[in-house]
């Protein structure tokens, strides 16, 4: 299986997918999966069997026991950060405002608006927003179905733990599979 998330701009067709699609203008999300139209400048968030060649990215995901499909936005202010942590399950983000700079695995990125990421949730991440600018992405992740309503966010220093985190969350889907 796949997770993908493909682009919209104006009216598509989509066939029938595990899919949550998020509304840039509307700030909005809701899950489907049957066939759906969509409008509007939208990410859809999908599992499929093949990754589509249109898709902004695309990544193979396990889905071994219960799991569950989450979609939230992570905001922060200029030059917040999120220190060095994991996730329990896999993910992909995309930035839809800033600019933010991800060091993970001994490499360093730095995404703009509409670039999309994966995190393959064990391997510390650590994130760093712009100075500058407000800095906001969508995450979609797939998760142990025991983390429904609870962070799946673990400090990978124990100093990190109890310091003040400047990250905003805001959660639209968190459904069981």
Same mark, same amino acid.
């Given at each position: 299986? *796949? ?25 909005? =999300? ?10 509007? *400048? ?22 071994? @026991? ?13 030059? @917040?950060? =999120? !220190?060095? *942590?994991? *996730? #329990? ?16 695995? @001994?490499?360093?990125?730095? !995404?703009? %608006? ?6 393959? @949730? ?9 100075? #500058? ?8 992740? $797939? ?14 220093? =124990? ?6 985190? %400047?990250?905003? !969350?805001?959660?639209? $889907?968190?459904? %069981?599979?």
């Amino acid at each position: 299986m *796949h997770l993908q998330v493909v682009e919209h701009r104006g009216p598509a067709e989509l066939p029938a997918a595990v899919r949550i699609t998020y509304r840039l203008a509307e700030d909005a =999300a809701e899950r489907t999966s049957g066939p759906v139209a969509v409008d509007g *400048h939208v990410l859809c968030f999908e599992l499929v069997e093949e990754a589509s060649p249109g898709a902004l990215l695309a990544a193979p995901v396990e889905l071994d @026991g219960e799991r569950l499909i989450r979609l939230d936005r992570v905001d922060f202010p200029p030059g @917040g950060v =999120a !220190y060095l *942590h994991t *996730h #329990r399950g896999p993910g992909i983000r995309v930035l839809i405002k800033g600019r933010i700079r991800i060091e993970t695995k @001994g490499t360093t990125s730095e !995404y703009d %608006p509409l670039e999309a990421w994966f995190e393959a @949730g064990p391997e510390p991440v650590y994130a760093a927003a712009s100075e #500058r600018d407000e800095t906001a992405f969508v995450r979609c992740m $797939v998760l142990p179905a025991e983390l429904l309503g609870r962070s799946s966010i673990a400090y990978v220093r =124990a100093e990190d733990r109890d310091k003040p985190k %400047p990250q905003r !969350y805001t959660g639209y $889907v968190d459904e %069981p599979l």
